[in-house]
Structures are given as structure tokens and as C-alpha cells.
């Protein structure tokens, strides 16, 4: 999949309500990411340099540079009150660069995620579940 939407993370789910309304936590996106230059309006995933989780937000202003075709971008989450300046970003980091983009969403499924968020907040359900199926396999043995 990550060869047709040449993303390296094609599928994301939402972790936060930062982007309510236009997205709830637990929401599955699906990312492309294509030559064609990233625009404001645009709702892209990014990673920020020392942080683990890839962010989901819009991007408020974008700041082309002709000479080497990199694209500076100030983003924000819609349900934030103030752009990610200070609070997402990296202490004196001022924009995101179109290099830090893991993808642009370009569609989504409601809710399938909070599968994976209810496994990450509760790992013994893991381990409940990894049993349950095992039993149901060996309960099930073709005779």
C-alpha cells in the first residue's frame, strides 16, 4: 500500500481531539503523498524532530522556497485555539518542513482506530484477547 500512495505511513489513527470537528479521536485516515506541492487548507501528517507520534493537523500558511523547492508550513489543529507554535513544535522551531510530511489525508473512516487505542490503553486486553483466541482455536480442532 505504501508503493500506490507513496506515503511510508499510508493508514493513521487519530489520537487526540485536536482536530474535531473534522475528525474524532479514533478516526482511521488514509494518506497520499504526491508530488503536487502542499497547500494551506491542507490537512497533512507530520513527525516533529524527538517525538514518536506523528501529528495530524492543517496547515495554516505555507512559505515556498524557489531555489530548492522545499516548503516551509505552519499548522494547527482545528480544535486548538492557537497554531502548534509553542505547544506542538519543538522549543524555537518556528515552522514544519514539506520533508517532515509522512502524508495528506485523503480520506477516513470513522472510529475503526479506537480498536487500536483501546489495545494501546489497556494492554492486559491483549493478552485476554491473544488467550480467548487461542482457546477458541483449540477448542475448534478438526477432528
Known amino acids: 500500500m505504501a508503493v500506490f500512495t507513496n506515503s511510508e505511513s499510508p493508514i493513521v489513527v487519530v489520537l487526540s481531539e485536536s482536530m474535531e470537528p473534522a475528525f474524532q479521536r479514533g478516526d482511521l485516515l488514509f494518506l497520499t503523498l504526491g508530488s503536487d506541492p502542499i497547500r ?38 482545528d480544535n486548538n485555539g492557537l497554531n502548534d507554535r509553542g505547544s506542538v513544535y519543538n522549543p524555537q522551531q518556528m515552522w514544519v518542513s514539506n ?15 479506537m480498536v487500536t487505542i483501546i489495545l494501546t490503553d489497556y494492554p492486559s486486553l491483549k493478552v485476554v484477547l491473544l488467550a480467548a483466541m487461542g482457546l477458541i482455536v483449540f477448542m475448534t480442532k478438526e477432528e
Do not use: M, S, W
Not at 40 to 49: P, Q, S
Open 40 to 77: 494551506a487548507g491542507d490537512i497533512c501528517v507530520f513527525k516533529i524532530k524527538n517525538k514518536d507520534i506523528p501529528i495530524v493537523h492543517r496547515v495554516l500558511e505555507v512559505h515556498d522556497n524557489i531555489q530548492t523547492g522545499e516548503q516551509f508550513l505552519l499548522t494547527k489543529g
Open 99 to 113: 520533508k517532515d510530511v509522512v502524508g495528506r489525508v485523503k480520506g477516513f473512516l470513522p472510529y475503526i482506530g
